[in-house]
């Protein structure tokens, strides 16, 4: 630890007090008056030295000592002079010394003040007054003021460089020390002084029993302020204790308020977290509620954000035009059915990535779903503009891809709208959109279209169709009608096709060619289909048992794409024949080339099916689809129906005749009848026969009759044979 300048000075000081001290002792003790010296003096002597080595008061707080020997000083000066009070002091001095401390210096220094306060107390009283011994000889108020002057010197001298001293020590100024330590002694002095007075004035009278009856007296005096410093001492104990107490109990509530603090902040950043957390997760939810998880690409609910967004501002902005894209990718079945569906998904990633290359940023590309997509041009030029991104589009996606090492190519379908057409739902966009890719398809796909009122109107035909279709069943709108197979060789019905009529209740008559397709891709045709199998086997068994012949008549009826791929139609017409009672033999049932086509592979397996429970087999339409020629040995049909669209032209001569002259060749060397479909004139019949055609239906014996006038006409044929 440094020590300042001033606690430096601490050993000089205690040097100095103590060479005055010696000095003084040894001045003294040389002229110490010996004759003086007797029995009293022993005495006083003793009893200042046990009293005062015995007795101390420790002053509180502090730690310094207090003693009552001043009083016996005193006296001992006022009785036996200068030289014995000064030399007692300092051997009192010695003596009390040694109690407080062991080392040799603070016995020294002690006695030194003790010597050096008697001294000038000494000094002063015999300066002021001429002597000290018969001081208590003058007048009360004399030896009052003596006395007081005694106590007030050797109160300044004692306490002052004592003070001093520790001053030194404990670095701290002079006035400090003293008044936090000695101010209040003062009044010891005083006492001491007063009784001391009071002895000495006395010894003249009661001799050596004075200071014997001081005794008690002073006994009593010190330890009533024995008692008050005692006082003193324990409230300062006490107000320790409480400081302490306090101290401890604030020291404790600042751990407390701490801890608190400590909890709070841990509670605080523990909040802080979740709530982070909660952002976060919150803008996860957010980003996977408006996101497709396979490509990232926006989706559909993203999209019609973006779309209202851009009604909203064209609504304001008259000047603000955008285009709804919609996608679909041509050959994706295709490629999933045959890579499988990890390719399929990787096309699907890989067709995001292409068609966000093809846009500017403010343009947003959505995945609608399987493999649809949509992008909206928000902020258009003009509308030239867009059909430069859509043709961009398609070249992009045109280039080959490789997908498990199989190089892949696909191209899309496009419809395209624009917000001229005033639109104020963004489904509505999305609804037109899907219309025109839908016609780019139809018209052969990879191309767009772009939607206008026309589409519009045929896509509000279609739906409504579509509804009028469901209930027309139910409400049995729907009827089937017959058109007679006529041998021509034996000029007489050979059968009937069964063709489906629906008379609308405003619409009126609604042509199969415009409701089966209907049927067809909403899966209605299953339901359809099997009430035209089961009314047309019914009417035939009907007229089996009316109109029996040796040839019985033959029921041809129409089987559509959806209703040959059909997983239980082989158990629906063995059930339909087992209800109607009709042989299995006289059912005929038309499937169209392209049908066959379309499921080659099931397609023989399925027709040979249908040979075994009896039925026999049409190719429909034949030279429409495929024309397939080399195909025809495969399957297992014993009709050929050639398209009405070469028998209208036959006569014509040109080549056509010769083609439907190698059809029918061929189809005879395959052990198949051919029927001529559409015959309408005496020509055709003509022709048809000189090829040697044995069946035909057409208008020029009748088209498709209701039920009761195609059992007129059997009739007729029944009294025209029996005639
Ligand atoms: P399809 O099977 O080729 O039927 C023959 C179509 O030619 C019928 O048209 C018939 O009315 C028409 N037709 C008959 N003779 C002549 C003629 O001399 N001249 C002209 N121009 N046309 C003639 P329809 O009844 O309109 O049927 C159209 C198509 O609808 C049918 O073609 C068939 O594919 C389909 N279809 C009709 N009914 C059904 C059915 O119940 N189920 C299924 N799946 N398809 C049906
Ligand atoms: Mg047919
Ligand atoms: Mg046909």
């Avoid at 004759?35 to 200042?48: G, H, N, P, W, Y």
């Avoid at 399957?635 to 040109?654: E, M, V, Y």
Wanted: proline residues 2%.
């Amino acid at each position: 630890m440094a020590h300042s300048l001033r606690q430096k000075l601490t050993f000089p000081f205690q040097g100095l007090v103590i060479a005055a001290g010696l000095l003084i002792s040894t001045y003294y003790a040389l002229r110490l008056p010996l004759e003086q010296i007797d029995l009293r003096f022993l005495l006083l002597a003793s009893l200042t030295l046990i009293i005062s080595s015995r007795v101390a008061i420790k002053v509180p707080r502090f730690g310094s000592n207090i003693t009552i020997s001043d009083t016996f000083i005193f006296l001992a000066i006022l009785l036996y002079g200068g030289a014995a009070g000064i030399m007692l002091s300092a051997a009192e001095g010695l003596s009390s010394g040694a109690r407080v401390g062991k080392k040799a210096r603070t016995i020294l220094f002690n006695s030194s003040v003790m010597a050096c306060s008697a001294f000038a107390t000494v000094q002063v009283l015999t300066l002021l007054f001429g002597g000290v011994t018969d001081l208590t000889q003058h007048s009360f108020q004399m030896a009052l003021v003596a006395m007081s002057v005694m106590a007030l010197v050797q109160y300044f001298t004692n306490t002052g460089l004592v003070a001093l001293a520790m001053s030194f020590k404990y670095n701290q100024t002079f006035w400090q020390m003293w008044s936090k330590n000695y101010l209040w002694t003062s009044i010891t002095y005083f006492a001491g002084a007063g009784v001391a007075g009071f002895i000495a004035s006395s010894v003249g009278m009661i001799g050596i029993y004075a200071i014997l009856i001081s005794i008690p007296m002073v006994s009593i005096l010190y330890f009533t302020y024995y008692n008050y410093l005692e006082d003193i001492r324990s409230t300062a104990a006490k107000a320790e204790q409480a400081t302490r107490e306090r101290a401890e109990a604030e020291r404790a509530r600042a751990e407390q308020a701490e801890l608190h603090v400590e909890e709070l902040n841990r509670h605080l950043a523990e909040q802080e977290r979740i709530s982070r957390e909660l952002e976060e997760s919150r803008e996860h939810f957010r980003y996977v509620a408006f996101h497709d998880t396979l490509t990232n690409l926006p989706n559909r609910a993203l999209l019609n954000n973006h779309l209202q967004a851009a009604i909203d501002r064209s609504k304001k902005e008259t000047t603000h035009l955008f285009a709804l894209l919609f996608l679909d990718l041509d050959r994706f079945k295709n490629i999933n059915d045959s890579l499988g569906h990890v390719a399929g998904d990787e096309l699907l990633i890989s067709t995001a990535r292409r068609l966000e290359e093809c846009l500017r940023p403010a343009d947003m590309v959505a995945r609608l779903g399987g493999d649809e997509f949509a992008i909206l041009l928000d902020g258009v030029d003009e509308y030239t503009d867009v059909i430069r991104v859509a043709e961009r589009v398609q070249r992009e996606l045109k280039r080959p891809l490789n997908l498990n090492g199989h190089e892949v190519y696909t191209t899309a379908s496009m419809g395209i709208t624009l917000s001229t057409n005033c639109y104020d739902e963004p489904e509505n966009i999305l609804r037109d959109a899907d219309t025109a890719m839908y016609h780019a398809k139809e018209k052969g796909k990879a191309r767009y279209e772009i939607f206008d009122s026309v589409m519009h109107a045929r896509a509000v035909a279609r739906l409504q169709l579509e509804n009028d279709l469901r209930r027309a069943l139910e409400r049995h709108e729907l009827v089937v009608y017959f058109q007679p197979i006529i041998s021509i060789e034996r000029e007489r019905i050979a059968g009937f096709e069964a063709l489906v009529r629906w008379q609308h209740p405003q619409k009126g008559f609604i042509s199969p060619a415009d409701f089966i397709p209907v049927a067809e891709e909403t899966g209605l045709i299953v339901e359809l289909g099997r009430w035209v199998l089961e009314e047309s086997c019914r009417r035939m068994r009907g007229w089996h048992l009316l109109y029996p012949s040796e040839k019985p008549l033959s029921i041809s009826v129409n089987l559509s794409g959806k209703q040959f791929t059909q997983s239980n139609l082989i158990e629906q017409i063995k059930q339909i024949l087992l209800e109607t009672g009709l042989d299995p033999r006289s059912l005929k049932l038309e499937i169209t080339e392209s049908v066959v086509m379309e499921n080659a592979e099931i397609a023989s397996s399925m027709l040979l099916q249908l040979r075994t429970i009896g039925v026999q087999l049409s190719i429909d339409d034949f030279g429409t689809g495929y024309s397939s020629l080399s195909y025809l040995h495969r399957f297992p049909f014993n009709t050929l129906k050639i398209d009405r669209s070469f028998i209208n032209r036959l006569g014509a001569g040109d080549e056509n005749t010769e083609i439907v002259r190698t059809i029918m060749t061929l189809a005879n060397n395959l052990g198949m009848d051919v029927v001529a479909e559409g015959v309408e004139t005496d020509k055709h019949l003509a022709v048809l026969k000189e090829m040697g055609c044995q069946y035909a239906q057409g208008y020029h014996w009748a088209g498709p009759l209701s039920a009761e006038a195609a059992g007129a006409r059997l009739a007729a044929q029944v009294v025209t044979a029996g005639s």
